[in-house]
């Protein structure tokens, strides 16, 4: 059965069909838009397609119906007006970092591709295409004594992170959110139109793109904000399991006074019993203290002397290291494995919250929930510059994030134990979730005030009134 038929172009119309219950596009519409794209064109029956759709997270499951592999922001547009003009949803992906609901016929632009990186020194701006890793920033940027606010590891994707917020666990608490350091972005809109938008150019698209992700369009390259840091103090101790509780205790000790130049956050870890995980660490239940200072090293000992107090660690890698070395202090994992995430927002962390934390802990010991971590937000990231971006997270005082790896039925059963932790946090939280540790809570009401969803949706009529860009996204539905 028809179902649709598209004019992609001032010349040229081609079919698309439905066979059960899934879209499918005829040859000749695949073969119209491979022509005008200078990357590549996935359909689902071609070869390169499953490796096309996988992302870090191996356990989304999504299956567009084309996948559009962009080299550039021309690619972007021809595929957004395609799209458009077949009514097909979009969704947009860099490292497939962010769990993805399952989710059918779309078409899905992926811009690994597209990872050029330039740095202007004497602005202090990087211009970063739309695939860019926070490796491929830190380097350049490090060259020329400059970081810019990334991520704890060096894989993510700066885009993604960037417009979910983007919490920097090194430069967070001293200059804020990485949406609020974006100078400029250039997004190809549901219209097809390539913009730049600043603020001065376009400000409520900017306003709502820095934090709104892809509810506007795909972004195709942004200006970033860099600052003059080229070291740190800082690192990991990894505890074992008879002192989890104890630093799980010592935690609000150490960040109670902290200044905004040290963040520090705890993960208590279920380390399966790989051979690639080193020794020490294999097959046991840890709490790993990850500490940044940008201060003096006797200071940040100082502020870390509660936990030196509780024992020596299995493994410490806590002293001055470049800048370019963050991986050192969350070392997350380079693979891609398959996990499920959910997360919270607390306001506070009084004593009965710490109480819940233990007993979470002595739950987590069990083997089911692969990590859970608290993060100290506050600082900088609590400041609301002028045209502050749609981030419910400075709001709060604390991120509290969980995984479970692992096959289904692990996952399964660890995400129900996440979620009762959660639940027992919430007469502490603030109702929401920070968007980049959000998981499988995918409503835009999870992660953004009820004000702010209100001005995003009064944007989303004028830019997607059709609701295009709907996959993955935290939806902003028009009405
Ligand atoms: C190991 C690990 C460590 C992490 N550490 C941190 C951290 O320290 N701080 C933090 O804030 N977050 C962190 N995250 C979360 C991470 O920032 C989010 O998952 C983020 O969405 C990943 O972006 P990505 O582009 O790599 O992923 P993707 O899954 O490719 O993209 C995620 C979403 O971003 C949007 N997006 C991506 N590219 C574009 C584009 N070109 N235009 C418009 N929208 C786009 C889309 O909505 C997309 O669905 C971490 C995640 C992991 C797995």
Known sequence: MTVGQGQFSDEGHSTMTEYQGRIVLGEDTVA?????????????????????????????????CLVVAAAGAADVRTAVAFAAARDLPVGVMATGHQPFPAADDFLLVTTRAMRTVEIDAERGVARVA????????????????????????????????????GLSPFLGRSHGWAADHVVAIEVVTPDGELRRVSPELEPELFWGLRGGRSNFGIVTELEIRLFPVTSFYGGGIYFPADNVEAVVRAFPEVVRDAPNTFTCSVALLNFPPVPEIPEPLRGRFLAHVRVTHLGSDEEAEKLIAPFRAIGEGILDTIGRHPYGAFPIVHTDPADPFPYEEQGALLAELPAQAVDSLVESAQLAAGGLLTVLEIRQLGGALADRPVAASPIAARDAEFNVWGATVGPPEVVDAGMAMLGGMVERLSPWSTGLAYTNFAGRDDRAENVFTADDLERLRVLKRHYDPRNLFRVNNHNVAPE
Do not use: C, H, K
């Open 32 to 64: 119209e838009l491979a022509d005008r794209i200078g990357g590549s064109v996935f359909a689902p029956e071609d070869a390169g397609y499953a490796e096309a759709v996988a992302g870090f997270n191996s356990r989304s499951r999504q299956r567009p």
């Open 130 to 165: 739309a695939g860019a890793l926070w490796s491929d920033v830190v380097e350049p940027a490090q060259a020329e004594g400059l970081a810019p606010l990334n991520g704890s590891s060096p894989l993510v994707g700066v885009v993604g992170f960037t417009l979910g917020g």
